[in-house]
């Protein structure tokens, strides 16, 4: 029998570089090596997993700069726009979320990623000529700084404690 | 950053899906044409040199009930490495960017239940004396993952 937390628990670190990384998460657990493989599988088709392989640093990997693009977008048109950024291959996000008047005017949020800053911005010029934006209010918001960047822990109990130690 | 091609093609490969198998290497080196020791190797090497962070699961964090949110607050230059550290310090805060802009940090918080969130900002707000502005998702138009390199 697999204990859902803590099979969440064992993999949100990663699994181990070694031949059978499914059985030593098994051992870990009290599981066997095929329930622990079944169970990541119906995760999976459940769509409780996004998706199951590495995770780059994308900084690392030549994409140096990204923006997150702010927009003020009539609340009528928000989804049309939202839909039409996200055909773009340089865009990795694009998400309604709440204004907060009147510090905050925003709500639609962009991810685009390039090479370099002007590279950034070439995009989102592309973006507001293609999908006819240039009214709306929107301002880049580069990232100078990461301090943090990890998969997020969701279990915050002793099995993550334990499971990470095992 | 200039990658070898095995290098690429690994990494092109691998964050589509890693094989869900008893020896999912040996899958890999099939799919890969590349020997199982020399694959294991440049993945040591490329989690060593920071390109790669780990092999796992991406949760649907709403789905499996978890909170999850992307909050915002507007910090003075002076003390932006002190309120970074507090911020850093509460496990539920995933990633963490300085962004240039009046609202200038920007965190994503991950809690096991949507109620955890509440309770987490009104920790931060109590330890930084710092409004935090609350942006969860409300639609997604488009989430991509994956990077062609």
Known sequence: ?166 | MILHSLDRKIINHLQGGFPLTENPWDELSRQLDIPVDEMICRVERMTSEGILSRFGPIYNAEKMGGGLTLAAMKVATERFDEMTDIVNSFDEVAHNYARDHELNMWFVIATETPEQITQVISKIEKKTGLKVFNMPKQEEYFLELKFEV
């Open chain 1, 1 to 166: 029998m697999i204990n859902e937390r803590q099979l969440i628990a064992a993999l949100q670190h990663g699994l181990p570089l070694v031949s059978h990384p499914y059985a030593v998460i098994a051992e870990q657990i009290g599981s066997t090596e095929n329930e622990v493989i079944d169970y990541i599988r119906l995760m999976k088709e459940k769509g409780d997993i996004k998706r199951f392989g590495i995770v780059v640093h994308h900084r690392q990997l030549g994409y140096k700069a990204n923006a997150m693009v702010v927009w003020d977008i009539p609340d009528d048109r928000v989804d049309e726009l939202g839909e039409c950024f996200g055909q773009f291959d340089f865009v990795t996000l694009s998400y309604r979320r709440p204004r907060h008047l009147p510090d905050w005017p925003y709500n639609l949020f962009c991810m685009i990623h390039g090479k370099d800053r002007d590279d950034v911005l070439k995009n989102l010029d592309l973006m507001v000529q293609h999908c006819n934006v240039a009214a709306f209010r929107h301002e880049p918001l580069f990232s100078n700084r990461c301090f943090k960047q990890r998969g997020a822990i969701y279990i915050h109990s002793q099995d993550d404690k334990q499971a990470s130690k095992a």
